[in-house]
């Protein structure tokens, strides 16, 4: 099964970026401003494996390092989180069900490296 890549991000040039830089490794992005949004997806028959998420999601809504002990609990086949900051980083890694925390602005070949992603074009 091909991995497919989820991005909780609530600015949307954010995301659309995120979405720019990894789309040449992972065939199928999908990008969740809400986690309501975040929530559909994951509900999907053919749900993504891979979730890269912001640790801040707007005013008013719940932190990715509260949302990702409930969604891998909720949707075990996410085979690996990474979890994005600007702050708090110390107390975000230790976050349950958070496999790495990226300091933003994150490097997004690292990304790909802890992904174990490869260009489309060389993989099999």
């Known amino acids: 099964m091909a991995e497919s890549l989820l991005i909780v991000e609530d600015m949307e040039d954010v995301g659309r970026s995120y979405m720019r830089c990894l789309r040449r490794y992972v065939s199928k992005i999908h990008v969740a401003q809400t ?53 708090d980083l110390e107390v975000v890694s230790k976050v349950p069900g958070v496999d790495i925390v990226f300091e933003k602005p994150p490097d997004i070949d690292a990304i790909i490296a802890f992904f174990g992603l490869a260009k489309l074009d060389e993989q099999e």
């Open 35 to 87: 986690p309501q949004e975040a929530e559909a997806i994951l509900s999907q028959s053919d749900p993504p494996t891979l979730l890269l998420c912001d640790n801040w999601l707007g005013h008013g809504r719940p932190l990715g390092a509260e949302l990702i002990p409930r969604w891998r609990k909720a949707y075990p086949f996410l085979s690996k989180v990474a979890l994005v900051t600007g702050s």
